[in-house]
């Protein structure tokens, strides 16, 4: 019998771009147009585009994400 508790689930940080249209109820295409438009910014330097999950939040939230940099 195992007596170790479950451990702590890792918080999620990104979001693929499938992910995020999903969170968004919008399409791939128009997340592909919100990076294009630079208004979501996808991390740097990785293969598949990776949307960090607060810059979806705060989309979502009406947020201006024009100043991130």
Do not use: W
């Not at 109820?25 to 208004?39: A, D, F, H, N």
């Amino acid at each position: 019998m195992n007596s170790d508790p479950k451990p702590n689930p890792i918080e999620r940080l990104t979001y693929s771009v499938e992910e995020s249209a999903i969170a968004l109820g919008v399409s791939k295409p128009t997340i592909y147009r919100l990076i294009v438009r630079e208004i979501l910014r996808p991390l740097p330097g990785i293969r598949h585009k990776r949307i960090p999950c607060d810059q979806v939040r705060r989309f979502a939230a009406g947020e201006d994400l024009h100043g991130l940099n």
